[in-house]
């Protein structure tokens, strides 16, 4: 925000020895987090950058060697990488763009207006679940969608056709497990949004005769447009890496019908014992989870 | 007079009778897991027990199921959050209190790896860990973890430490209290709720993890509860899954006492307060 104090350590021009000892012993906490931060981030990140431009492998080679860009171009013309990335645009815009985003939101402005107990109740339900370790809402869900699971003890109770769920539809099934676990997070942030925006501006709309959808698309919506892009971007990135979950409810399968991006970038550097072109793949998961770090980074810049 | 409250009521009800749908569908996959943990002839739907009792706790309350792996996940996660913290406090205190050309690009930096899909680094993170000999060991595994949440960590206290006045430091300098002291005596016991949502937060992230300790973890007695209630019940086969109902509440109740305490504490909506702000 302000300038820099024209005492400070490193960057003055011509520092007199007290200032720079003074500004060593304000700067020396820093230390232990940047030593940490350096070593086990940054650190492998640039390993993850040469990783990728080799072909090293798990087992069995005496020497890894160079290949450029080649672990890249292999990526672009292999279906299986291919089918990764449709598969995880689609778990992305189902599970965070339209369920956690859209459902949290829905959710937050209900508990506004509903009454005290349904909002407890429903609070602690939802907020339950986003608890709950990864693995354990990846069994839940599990025996949830299972063919002999609770879904299909439903639909036959409600005369629908069921469905092996986890076998005709596991995308849409993990998708949905997603929204279960997620929706809390997108809930807490436009609640806190919501309860932002000024009494008086709603009550004017509604004097000036504006119904309960124009309020929200000309009102609500322009007014927390903010966290709304905050927490599309959390949500997303969120939902990039999401792994434990997928992999407890099908483990990628059946085939690679629910490989998303991480699952697959697993499966070939450890089932497949190919490190380079695993490594390769996780490169361009880290480059697009930095893309949306940058644009987060700019919605979030004024609190810096 | 009439007219207003009626439909001040409608609308109630309406939004009271959606959030009670919906809380009923988000309720049935917990309804399975606590039903089925009293049941020990529990199948994969959800179904009243027909002799409810706590055969299936008494079934996995054994050192290799549970004592081994949740004193692991303690040790891990615990060592994991105090170094976590104690870096955090450290690294926030000047970033609050002093400025430097370096510190915005300091703070933009943290800011940014606490976007990073760290599961795309565990790849290379193996990798690493292979070459410089720390692969399977408890602490550098836990180093890993405690990294991997350090940016958060910091980017939170930092704005906690924000809110603390600067006068009474002010004070304590002019004694000749050094910045340790001050840090210790006076910032963080006036910032003691913030810093204990945080350490909280920063458990509760690391009990949960699965994938860090999945990669660089390998021998059995050494995997905390996230790794082990996968290698016992992850492949479903011939297993009870009343036991592994009872197992998973057992393993998650620690997190969920734990965010019953900061919850209270913030009242409800700390929702990463400091990093998501409007």
Not at chain 2, 226 to 236: A, R
């Amino acid at each position: 925000m302000t300038g820099a104090v024209p005492h400070a350590a490193r960057p003055a021009p011509a520092p007199r020895p007290a200032a720079v000892r003074r500004g060593l012993l304000r700067w020396s906490p820093l230390a232990p987090a940047t030593v940490l931060l350096l070593l086990f981030l940054a650190g492998p990140v640039g390993y993850c950058c040469y990783l990728a431009l080799t072909d090293t492998q798990l087992t069995g080679q005496e020497s890894a060697s160079f290949v450029g860009l080649a672990n890249f171009r292999r990526a672009v013309t292999d279906p299986a990488f291919l089918n990764a990335v449709v598969l995880t645009l689609v778990f992305t815009a189902l599970s965070s763009l339209l369920g956690q985003n859209t459902l949290g939101l829905a959710l937050a402005a209900l508990l506004r207006r509903a009454s005290r107990p349904v909002r407890a109740v429903t609070g602690a339900v939802v907020i339950t679940a986003w608890v709950l370790p990864e693995i354990v809402a990846g069994f839940l869900l599990y025996t949830f969608f299972e063919r002999r699971g609770t879904l299909n003890a439903l639909l036959a109770w409600l005369h629908l056709p069921t469905q092996n769920w986890l076998f005709t539809l596991p995308i849409l099934a993990v998708s949905f497990a997603n929204v279960w676990r997620g929706t809390a997070f997108s809930m807490l942030i436009y609640s806190a949004a919501l309860a932002g925006i000024p009494q008086e501006v709603t009550e004017s709309a509604e004097v000036d005769g504006a119904g309960g959808l124009r309020r929200l698309w000309h009102i609500t919506l322009p007014m927390i447009r903010r966290s709304i892009g905050t927490n599309l971007m959390l949500n997303t990135l969120q939902t990039l890496s999401v792994f434990g979950l997928i992999w407890t409810m099908t483990r990628g399968g059946p085939g690679d019908r629910s490989q998303t991006l991480p699952v697959f970038m697993y499966d070939q550097a450890f089932m497949k014992s190919l490190i380079g072109y695993g490594t390769a793949v996780a490169l361009l998961l880290l480059v697009v989870g930095a893309l949306f770090s940058v644009v987060s980074l700019r919605l979030l810049r004024e609190e810096v | 007079m009439p007219r207003r409250p009626s439909r001040a009521t409608r609308h109630r009800l309406a939004a009271d009778a959606a959030l009670l749908v919906t809380a009923a569908a988000f309720a049935v996959p917990l309804a399975w897991l606590v039903l089925s943990s009293l049941d020990t002839g529990a199948t994969l739907r959800v179904r009243l027990p027909d002799a409810p009792g706590v055969a299936n706790f008494a079934a996995v309350l054994t050192d290799e199921i549970t004592f081994t792996p949740m004193l692991n996940s303690l040790l891990l996660c615990g060592g994991a959050t105090s170094l976590t913290m104690v870096c955090a406090a450290l690294a926030a205190y000047p970033l609050s209190r002093f400025r430097a050309r370096f510190s915005r690009p300091y703070l933009l930096t943290v800011l940014f790896s606490t976007c990073l899909p760290v599961t795309a680094l565990m790849v290379p993170v193996y990798g690493l860990f292979v070459r410089v000999d720390l692969i399977d060991t408890m602490y550098g595994t836990a180093l890993f973890l405690a990294t991997a949440q350090l940016p958060f960590a910091i980017w939170l206290l930092k704005n906690f430490m924000d809110g603390v006045p600067r006068a009474l430091e002010e004070a304590a300098w002019t004694d000749g209290a050094s910045w340790a002291q001050t840090l210790l005596r006076i910032v963080l016991p006036l910032m003691g709720p913030g810093f204990g949502v945080v350490t909280v937060y920063t458990f509760i992230m690391m009990w949960g993890n699965f994938f860090v300790p999945f990669m660089l973890l390998l021998s059995p007695e050494q995997l905390p509860a996230s790794v082990s209630i996968f290698t016992f019940f992850g492949n479903y086969q011939g297993i009870a899954f009343g036991e592994l109902a009872a197992f998973s509440l057992l393993y998650s109740t620690p997190v969920l006492l734990l965010y019953l305490l900061i919850s209270r504490r913030l009242g409800g909506g700390f929702a990463l307060g400091g990093a998501v702000k409007g």
